[in-house]
Protein backbone atom coordinates (compact mmCIF):
# COMPACT_ATOMS: atom_id res chain seq x y z
CA UNK A 1 0.00 0.00 0.00
CA UNK A 2 0.72 3.50 -0.62
CA UNK A 3 -0.11 6.65 1.36
CA UNK A 4 -2.57 7.04 -2.08
CA UNK A 5 -3.29 3.57 -2.95
CA UNK A 6 -4.93 1.09 -0.34
CA UNK A 7 -4.95 -1.57 -2.75
CA UNK A 8 -2.63 -4.82 -1.99
CA UNK A 9 -0.15 -5.49 -4.75
CA UNK A 10 -1.88 -8.33 -5.99
CA UNK A 11 -5.34 -6.81 -6.16
CA UNK A 12 -4.21 -4.34 -8.93
CA UNK A 13 -4.08 -5.58 -12.68
CA UNK A 14 -0.87 -5.76 -14.96
CA UNK A 15 -2.84 -3.33 -17.01
CA UNK A 16 -5.17 -0.10 -16.05
CA UNK A 17 -7.14 2.06 -17.75
CA UNK A 18 -7.26 5.43 -16.53
CA UNK A 19 -10.28 8.26 -16.60
CA UNK A 20 -10.10 11.09 -14.42
CA UNK A 21 -13.41 10.93 -12.93
CA UNK A 22 -13.86 8.59 -9.78
CA UNK A 23 -17.55 7.79 -10.55
CA UNK A 24 -16.87 7.09 -14.24
CA UNK A 25 -14.46 4.61 -13.38
CA UNK A 26 -16.86 3.38 -11.24
CA UNK A 27 -19.53 3.35 -14.35
CA UNK A 28 -16.68 1.49 -16.51
CA UNK A 29 -16.27 -1.02 -14.01
CA UNK A 30 -19.76 -1.69 -13.48
CA UNK A 31 -20.58 -2.04 -17.34
CA UNK A 32 -17.54 -3.61 -18.86
CA UNK A 33 -15.90 -5.81 -15.95
CA UNK A 34 -17.01 -9.30 -14.49
CA UNK A 35 -16.46 -10.37 -10.93
CA UNK A 36 -15.13 -7.21 -10.26
CA UNK A 37 -14.02 -5.35 -6.75
CA UNK A 38 -13.67 -2.02 -5.36
CA UNK A 39 -9.66 -1.71 -4.57
CA UNK A 40 -9.16 1.97 -3.86
CA UNK A 41 -11.32 4.45 -1.84
CA UNK A 42 -8.64 6.52 -0.59
CA UNK A 43 -9.24 10.32 -1.00
CA UNK A 44 -12.51 9.76 -3.05
CA UNK A 45 -9.80 7.88 -5.86
CA UNK A 46 -12.06 4.72 -6.78
CA UNK A 47 -10.49 1.96 -8.56
CA UNK A 48 -11.89 -1.45 -9.32
CA UNK A 49 -10.06 -4.68 -10.50
CA UNK A 50 -12.37 -7.35 -12.60
CA UNK A 51 -11.93 -9.38 -15.86
CA UNK A 52 -12.66 -8.59 -19.07
CA UNK A 53 -13.22 -11.17 -21.75
CA UNK A 54 -11.29 -13.43 -19.58
CA UNK A 55 -8.25 -11.07 -19.02
CA UNK A 56 -8.16 -9.14 -15.47
CA UNK A 57 -8.42 -5.10 -15.69
CA UNK A 58 -8.11 -2.47 -13.19
CA UNK A 59 -10.58 0.74 -13.81
CA UNK A 60 -9.14 3.73 -12.16
CA UNK A 61 -9.48 7.18 -11.90
CA UNK A 62 -6.53 9.39 -11.87
CA UNK A 63 -8.87 13.25 -11.01
CA UNK A 64 -7.36 15.95 -13.55
CA UNK A 65 -4.23 17.56 -14.20
CA UNK A 66 0.04 16.35 -14.13
CA UNK A 67 0.00 16.47 -10.88
CA UNK A 68 -2.70 14.22 -9.82
CA UNK A 69 -1.91 11.40 -12.93
CA UNK A 70 1.62 12.10 -12.12
CA UNK A 71 1.16 9.99 -8.48
CA UNK A 72 -0.81 7.29 -9.55
CA UNK A 73 0.94 6.32 -12.46
CA UNK A 74 3.92 6.51 -10.23
CA UNK A 75 2.85 4.64 -7.45
CA UNK A 76 1.55 2.07 -9.80
CA UNK A 77 4.05 1.58 -12.45
CA UNK A 78 6.54 1.80 -9.43
CA UNK A 79 5.14 -0.35 -6.00
CA UNK A 80 2.51 -2.12 -7.95
CA UNK A 81 4.08 -3.59 -11.37
CA UNK A 82 1.77 -2.43 -13.40
CA UNK A 83 2.91 -2.91 -16.85
CA UNK A 84 0.55 -0.50 -18.99
CA UNK A 85 -1.75 2.31 -18.65
CA UNK A 86 -3.92 3.79 -20.84
CA UNK A 87 -5.67 7.10 -20.41
CA UNK A 88 -9.01 7.64 -21.47
CA UNK A 89 -10.33 11.37 -21.09
CA UNK A 90 -11.34 14.75 -22.60
CA UNK A 91 -9.63 17.22 -24.63
CA UNK A 92 -10.49 20.66 -26.15
CA UNK A 93 -10.10 20.81 -29.77
CA UNK A 94 -7.49 23.31 -31.86
CA UNK A 95 -7.48 21.75 -34.88
CA UNK A 96 -10.41 23.50 -36.98
CA UNK A 97 -11.43 20.50 -38.58
CA UNK A 98 -12.27 18.42 -35.36
CA UNK A 99 -15.40 17.77 -34.48
CA UNK A 100 -17.33 17.15 -30.65
CA UNK A 101 -17.48 13.74 -29.74
CA UNK A 102 -14.33 12.91 -32.24
CA UNK A 103 -11.91 10.28 -31.11
CA UNK A 104 -8.39 11.45 -30.65
CA UNK A 105 -5.23 9.07 -30.19
CA UNK A 106 -1.62 11.02 -28.76
CA UNK A 107 1.16 10.32 -30.70
CA UNK A 108 3.07 12.98 -29.61
CA UNK A 109 2.75 14.91 -25.81
CA UNK A 110 3.76 18.30 -26.30
CA UNK A 111 4.00 20.64 -23.11
CA UNK A 112 5.66 23.99 -21.46
CA UNK A 113 4.94 21.83 -17.76
CA UNK A 114 8.24 21.69 -15.48
CA UNK A 115 6.57 18.28 -14.44
CA UNK A 116 9.55 16.17 -16.10
CA UNK A 117 12.29 18.52 -15.23
CA UNK A 118 11.67 18.54 -11.32
CA UNK A 119 11.03 15.02 -11.18
CA UNK A 120 14.08 13.63 -12.67
CA UNK A 121 16.08 16.86 -14.45
CA UNK A 122 14.86 15.48 -17.73
CA UNK A 123 14.69 18.77 -20.36
CA UNK A 124 12.28 17.05 -22.78
CA UNK A 125 8.94 18.93 -23.78
CA UNK A 126 8.23 16.53 -26.00
CA UNK A 127 7.48 12.56 -25.24
CA UNK A 128 5.41 9.93 -27.18
CA UNK A 129 3.30 6.63 -25.74
CA UNK A 130 4.17 2.90 -26.65
CA UNK A 131 4.16 2.74 -29.96
CA UNK A 132 3.36 -1.29 -29.84
CA UNK A 133 -0.18 0.15 -27.73
CA UNK A 134 -1.13 2.87 -30.37
CA UNK A 135 -0.47 0.05 -33.54
CA UNK A 136 -2.80 -2.12 -31.13
CA UNK A 137 -5.82 0.48 -30.56
CA UNK A 138 -5.30 1.71 -34.44
CA UNK A 139 -6.24 -2.33 -35.74
CA UNK A 140 -8.99 -2.41 -33.10
CA UNK A 141 -10.19 0.76 -34.36
CA UNK A 142 -9.72 -0.79 -38.22
CA UNK A 143 -11.22 -3.76 -37.11
CA UNK A 144 -14.08 -2.17 -35.27
CA UNK A 145 -14.67 0.75 -38.08
CA UNK A 146 -14.73 3.47 -35.24
CA UNK A 147 -13.18 6.41 -37.09
CA UNK A 148 -9.71 7.63 -34.73
CA UNK A 149 -7.50 10.83 -35.59
CA UNK A 150 -4.05 10.19 -34.56
CA UNK A 151 -1.85 12.81 -34.01
CA UNK A 152 -0.43 15.59 -31.14
CA UNK A 153 -1.32 17.30 -28.22
CA UNK A 154 -0.76 20.24 -25.79
CA UNK A 155 -0.50 18.68 -22.32
CA UNK A 156 -0.89 21.90 -19.98
CA UNK A 157 -0.66 22.60 -16.35
CA UNK A 158 -2.95 25.41 -16.55
CA UNK A 159 -6.65 24.78 -17.93
CA UNK A 160 -7.96 28.90 -17.34
CA UNK A 161 -4.79 30.25 -19.06
CA UNK A 162 -4.65 34.01 -20.42
CA UNK A 163 -1.82 32.61 -22.47
CA UNK A 164 -3.07 30.28 -24.13
CA UNK A 165 -3.77 30.48 -27.70
CA UNK A 166 -5.80 27.50 -29.67
CA UNK A 167 -5.30 28.96 -33.51
CA UNK A 168 -1.32 28.76 -32.26
CA UNK A 169 -1.05 25.70 -30.56
CA UNK A 170 -2.39 24.44 -33.92
CA UNK A 171 -0.61 26.21 -36.53
CA UNK A 172 2.78 26.84 -34.72
CA UNK A 173 3.25 23.51 -32.76
CA UNK A 174 0.77 20.97 -34.43
CA UNK A 175 -2.02 19.97 -31.61
CA UNK A 176 -4.86 19.19 -32.22
CA UNK A 177 -5.94 19.23 -29.21
CA UNK A 178 -4.97 20.52 -25.36
CA UNK A 179 -5.45 18.38 -22.39
CA UNK A 180 -3.91 17.89 -19.15
CA UNK A 181 -2.35 14.81 -17.96
CA UNK A 182 -0.59 12.47 -21.02
CA UNK A 183 2.92 14.45 -20.51
CA UNK A 184 3.49 13.44 -17.24
CA UNK A 185 1.66 10.09 -17.79
CA UNK A 186 4.67 9.04 -20.80
CA UNK A 187 7.17 10.51 -18.86
CA UNK A 188 6.43 7.72 -15.73
CA UNK A 189 5.96 5.01 -18.74
CA UNK A 190 9.51 6.20 -20.02
CA UNK A 191 11.08 6.57 -16.84
CA UNK A 192 10.03 2.80 -15.39
CA UNK A 193 10.15 1.51 -19.30
CA UNK A 194 6.75 0.49 -19.08
CA UNK A 195 3.22 1.35 -21.35
CA UNK A 196 1.41 4.07 -21.81
CA UNK A 197 -1.24 5.62 -24.35
CA UNK A 198 -3.89 8.29 -24.22
CA UNK A 199 -7.58 7.99 -25.62
CA UNK A 200 -9.12 11.44 -26.01
CA UNK A 201 -12.93 12.26 -26.55
CA UNK A 202 -13.17 15.69 -27.83
CA UNK A 203 -15.48 17.64 -25.55
CA UNK A 204 -15.10 21.62 -26.14
CA UNK A 205 -14.27 23.45 -29.31
CA UNK A 206 -13.01 26.63 -28.44
CA UNK A 207 -13.03 27.80 -31.68
CA UNK A 208 -16.23 27.10 -32.17
CA UNK A 209 -17.60 27.81 -29.55
CA UNK A 210 -19.01 24.41 -28.47
CA UNK A 211 -19.03 22.21 -25.54
CA UNK A 212 -20.37 19.18 -24.81
CA UNK A 213 -21.89 18.03 -20.88
CA UNK A 214 -20.98 15.04 -19.74
CA UNK A 215 -24.33 12.69 -20.52
CA UNK A 216 -23.57 13.92 -24.00
CA UNK A 217 -20.14 12.63 -24.43
CA UNK A 218 -21.26 9.31 -22.36
CA UNK A 219 -21.17 7.30 -25.50
CA UNK A 220 -18.07 8.46 -27.04
CA UNK A 221 -16.12 7.75 -23.88
CA UNK A 222 -17.45 4.26 -23.85
CA UNK A 223 -16.21 4.10 -27.68
CA UNK A 224 -12.82 4.79 -26.49
CA UNK A 225 -13.08 2.99 -23.62
CA UNK A 226 -13.87 -0.05 -25.18
CA UNK A 227 -10.87 0.40 -27.57
CA UNK A 228 -8.66 0.64 -24.64
CA UNK A 229 -9.58 -2.38 -23.09
CA UNK A 230 -9.55 -4.58 -26.63
CA UNK A 231 -6.38 -2.95 -27.00
CA UNK A 232 -4.58 -4.61 -24.14
CA UNK A 233 -6.77 -7.67 -24.19
CA UNK A 234 -4.15 -10.04 -25.98
Known amino acids: ?8 KDDIAKVVIMPEDPKRAEFLAQKYLEDYKCI ?26 MASIGI ?3 ELYKFYDVDTIIRVGSAEANDPNLRLYDILLVDESYSDSSFAKVQN ?4 NTLTPSAILNDEIIKESLKREIPLTVGRVYSTDVLYSNEKDPKKMFTEYGCLATEMESFALFHHAKLFE ?10 DHVLKGEQTTSEESEKSFLTMTELALHACKG
Do not use: D, P, Q, W
Not at 54 to 61: D, E, L, N, Q, S
Not at 121 to 124: L, P, V, Y
Not at 194 to 203: P, Q, V
Open 1 to 8: MTAHIEAK
Open 72 to 74: YSY
Open 40 to 65: NMVGGILGFTGIFEGKRVTIMASLMG
Open 194 to 203: KNAACLLTIS
Open 121 to 124: GSKE
